[in-house]
C-alpha cells in the first residue's frame, strides 16, 4: 500500500530552522512528484511547496518563497523540506503527498514557532 510518512517538526525559536523529511513507500518514489502542504489550527490546508519526480523543478508558494527549499534523494524514497527563518505564522501541521493519485493523508508533523 503507497503511503508517506512526514517526520522533523518541533518546537523551534522565530527565526529558527527545522528540516522536515518525506519518505514514501509502496510505490515507485521517483515517478511522482511530491508536494508539501499544511494546516494551521482553524484554517483549511494549504499548498506550500512541490518537487517534481527528479527534482529539477521546485515550486514555492509566496508565503515560504525565499526561507524553504526542497530537495529529494530518490534512492532514499526521501523529499526534504529544509525551513528557515521561521515565522510564527509558519505554525502548523505539515504533510507530503504524491501528484498524480494522491494517497490517503498521514498524520503530518507538528511545527510550532514560538518564543
Known amino acids: 500500500q503507497a503511503q508517506l510518512v512526514e517526520s522533523g517538526g518541533g518546537l523551534v525559536q522565530p527565526g529558527g530552522s527545522l528540516r522536515l523529511s518525506c519518505v514514501g513507500s509502496g510505490f515507485i518514489f521517483n515517478a511522482y512528484d511530491i508536494i508539501w502542504y499544511r494546516q494551521a489550527p482553524g484554517k483549511e490546508r494549504e499548498f506550500i511547496a512541490s518537487?517534481?519526480?527528479?527534482?529539477?523543478?521546485?515550486t514555492y508558494a509566496d508565503s515560504v518563497k525565499g526561507r524553504f527549499t526542497q530537495s529529494r534523494d530518490n534512492a532514499k524514497k526521501t523529499v526534504y523540506l529544509q525551513m528557515n527563518g521561521l515565522k510564527p505564522d509558519d505554525a502548523a501541521v505539515y504533510y507530503c503527498?504524491?501528484?498524480?493519485?494522491?494517497?490517503?493523508w498521514g498524520q503530518g508533523t507538528q511545527v510550532t514557532v514560538s518564543s
Open positions: 518537487i517534481d519526480s527528479v527534482g529539477k523543478r521546485r
Open positions: 503527498n504524491k501528484r498524480p493519485a494522491p494517497v490517503s
